[in-house]
């Protein structure tokens, strides 16, 4: 029995462990993002949320503007589930009509928000000069201005619009993202990987577009999904103000704001839209939790 | 740090004069004007109120003139309420917006802070989880959602308590509530952060080596420097308070400052509007300069 130990020493374990297989950073995100339960549940709400606007016409059971011979405040009835508004208006269905300012509004903003912010924030973080200082001078203003008050201003200048409410918010908010995008390139810049690519002769196009804006996808993803309840929020505040997008379209703002005179006598109407609001903030701050920790796990290890 | 102090409080300067400007523009670019009534009025009646309150000016000459009355503390007469100046205004409803402002941060810190600290001393569990939950909630759900939500409740349903007016503190507890609930929320969130972040130093391993009872280790190693970090969020609450107070205060029909923004925006009121965004806006500014003040107070390692 001559067996010298280091042939048993050698025995394969490392040749049976299965080909590794390459797991790039998003696929990784997502393997954690689907293990949060929070997150998962966020993100079938919003699904079905988005289905929702998408398909009122056909869902809602009546129009948004029929009035009912019933009059205003009809109790709950098996033809209208929720009972009608203060103008005898269905409230099921000026429910179901608004989730769709309340989508609209969350998506069109931060479309807007990275269009504008992400590139004026990667030159300002890329070039620095006058147009940075520029830049940062300007947000200054406009986080010294309470966003609210700010929306609100530009929204009587602007008028009373639908588009006009989501422009308003979008200008209020796209100084954050450009501050972001600046921080990040600011950063990457002295980072070796990008002094290795300049020093390989890259052009400063191909510095941004391959090699700095990739690398702040992560923050910019988590900063949309945290803007998108950001904007919800704002425009039902505006909504339940008065403020938001004339009537007669509903959104749970004025639905909360027109039901606040008849809360005593009934109640439920307050609280429908008022639970929709909660309902749809909550999963998107799930959903976007989940992915500031997915996509940097060293976040997640802290919190 | 007098020297920081000065600087950063000479920086505040400019940045209330371009919120000045800015507000000054878009106003003047708001479409309509002060007189617009049902019934138009006269345009002789127009060109004397324009002249009784020096809007003939050309707009550079108006902003010029409101900023060196208004840095003199004459923040000029209200259009709507001929017999007050703005000044009056905004001096008698100040006091109870403050009021409230100053409960709802209570109450947000009185909440928020146990909230925080519990969840990191149980963390992952049951405890965790739950006042976890509850910091999302408050994060999540509007503030006009849990006012009305709270008048339901309490006022409609229970009948415990008013829902309006700001005579007796029975009447401060549901706006002051439904005001701080998203900033004890954020308060919570930091707190047990920071927490996590103390409890695996170095020093408090050693107080416990070394025998410190365990509530002295929790509240003189880990909350006293827990939390530094989270001072820094009240500033943004500062923030939050000032703009869901005008949600709070028309909800519960509480007299506080907050109808001014609203009601001079819809009614032109040009210098009710100044002078609340001015004020709302400082506060801010001044709420940032405090919080960072105290930072470097509280914690010896920072110097200016």
Do not use: C
């Not at chain 1, 009587?156 to 209020?172: D, M, N, P, Q, S």
């Not at chain 2, 670019?29 to 309150?53: F, H, M, V």
């Amino acid at each position: 029995m001559a067996v010298s130990p280091v042939e048993v020493t050698f025995e394969a374990p490392i040749l049976e462990l299965p080909a590794a297989r390459p797991r790039g950073l998003w696929s990784d995100a997502l393997r954690r993002l689907r293990r949060n339960r929070a997150a998962v549940a966020g993100a079938a709400i919003i699904l079905a949320l988005i289905a929702m606007a998408i398909f009122a016409g056909q869902i809602a059971p009546h129009s948004y503007t029929e009035q009912f011979v019933g009059g205003p405040f009809e109790k709950p009835s098996s033809a209208l589930p929720f009972g009608t508004d203060n103008l005898g208006r269905d409230q099921l269905s000026r429910l179901i009509y608004g989730a769709r300012i309340s989508m609209a509004v969350g998506v069109i903003v931060q479309v807007i928000v990275v269009l504008v912010g992400v590139p004026l924030g990667a030159i300002a973080g890329y070039a620095g000069g006058w147009l940075d200082n520029l830049l940062m001078r300007f947000t200054d203003v406009v986080y010294a201005f309470p966003e609210l008050l700010f929306v609100i201003l530009l929204l009587a200048a602007l008028g009373r619009r639908e588009e006009y409410v989501f422009l308003a918010i979008a200008i209020a908010s796209w100084p954050t993202m450009a501050r972001l995008v600046r921080a990040q390139f600011l950063s990457l810049k002295q980072k070796e990987f990008v002094e290795a690519a300049r020093v390989a002769g890259a052009s400063p196009w191909r510095l941004i577009t391959r090699h700095l804006l990739p690398n702040s996808t992560g923050p910019i993803i988590v900063a949309v999904t945290l803007g998108i309840p950001a904007a919800i929020l704002t425009e039902a505040v505006l909504a339940f103000l008065g403020l938001g997008a004339p009537p007669p379209l509903p959104s749970w703002g004025s639905l909360v704001h027109d039901a606040l005179d008849s809360i005593f006598t009934v109640p439920l109407l307050v609280v429908f839209p008022g639970l929709a609001i909660s309902i749809t903030m909550l999963s998107f701050v799930f959903v976007g939790d989940g992915l500031r920790d997915a996509l940097d796990p060293r976040s997640a290890t802290r919190l | 740090m007098g020297a920081f102090l000065v600087r950063r409080a000479l920086a505040l300067i400019p940045v209330l004069f371009f919120v000045a400007l800015m507000t000054f523009v878009l106003m003047h670019l708001t479409p309509g004007g002060p007189w617009d009534r049902e019934k138009p009025l006269s345009p002789q009646a127009i060109e004397n109120l324009n002249a009784k309150y020096h809007l003939d000016l050309p707009p550079a000459q108006q902003f010029l003139l409101y900023l060196w009355n208004a840095l003199h503390g004459d923040f000029g007469p209200s259009y709507t309420h001929p017999d007050r100046t703005v000044a009056e205004i905004i001096a008698s409803g100040a006091g109870i917006t403050l009021q409230l402002g100053f409960f709802a941060l209570i109450f947000a810190l009185v909440l928020g802070l146990p909230l925080g600290v519990l969840a990191a001393l149980r963390h992952n569990t049951p405890a965790d989880y739950l006042s976890m939950f509850v910091a999302v909630f408050g994060y999540s759900v509007p503030n006009f959602v849990l006012a009305t939500f709270s008048i339901v409740i309490f006022a409609a349903v229970l009948h415990l308590l008013p829902t309006g007016g700001w005579e007796s503190w029975r009447a401060w507890i549901l706006p002051a509530m439904a005001l701080g609930f998203g900033p004890a929320a954020a308060i919570a969130r930091y707190t047990r952060s920071s927490m996590l972040e103390v409890i695996r130093q170095d020093y408090v391993r050693t107080a416990r080596a070394k025998g410190v009872r365990e509530l002295l280790v929790v509240r003189r190693h880990e909350l006293k420097n827990a939390l530094l970090p989270v001072v820094t969020i009240l500033g943004p609450a500062v923030a939050y308070l000032v703009t869901g107070s005008f949600v709070v205060e028309q909800i519960f029909h509480i007299p506080g400052i907050g109808r001014n923004f609203v009601d001079s925006i819809l009614s032109r009121d040009y210098p009710l509007l100044m002078a609340s965004v001015l004020l709302y806006a400082a506060a801010v500014a001044v709420a940032n300069l405090l919080v960072d003040l105290s930072y470097g107070l509280l914690d010896p390692r920072i110097r200016y």
